[in-house]
Nanobody, 116 residues
Framework: QLALVESGGGLVQPGGSLRLSCSAS????????VGWFRQAPGKAREKVSC????????ESADSVKGRFTISKDNAKNTVFLQMNSLKPEDTAVYYC?????????WGQGTQVTVSP
């Protein structure tokens, strides 16, 4: 079965850290660019960070630059999102998306809640 599975979400206080994981099953992420997106209640889904298939080029939204880091471990078939200095406005469901020339997969999402 082809699937992306996110994990690592949870409840954290402002200023805290979380590391999200996006693991693929049934296919190799080596050939896919991967992005992390998030969607807060009542808001549109937005792209947070993305990384190319080789894992050497990344982009991040201005709102998370300097705080979030995306990385790719092709040996583990996993993409990570290290989130530091978390703010209440980072609260959302976080999704990963893997894309190649003619295929795209979404995970089911993991909830991140930043609250005192």
């Amino acid at each position: 079965q082809l699937a992306l599975v996110e994990s690592g979400g949870g409840l954290v206080q402002p200023g805290g850290s979380l590391r999200l994981s996006c693991s693929a099953s049934g296919f190799s992420l080596e050939y896919y660019a991967v992005g992390w997106f998030r969607q807060a209640p009542g808001k549109a889904r937005e792209k947070v960070s993305c990384i190319n298939s080789w894992g050497d080029t990344t982009e991040s939204a201005d709102s998370v630059k300097g705080r979030f880091t995306i990385s790719k471990d092709n040996a583990k078939n996993t993409v990570f999102l290290q989130m530091n200095s978390l703010k209440p406005e980072d609260t959302a469901v976080y999704y990963c998306n893997a894309v190649t020339l003619n295929r795209a997969y979404w995970g089911q999402g993991t909830q991140v809640t930043v609250s005192p």
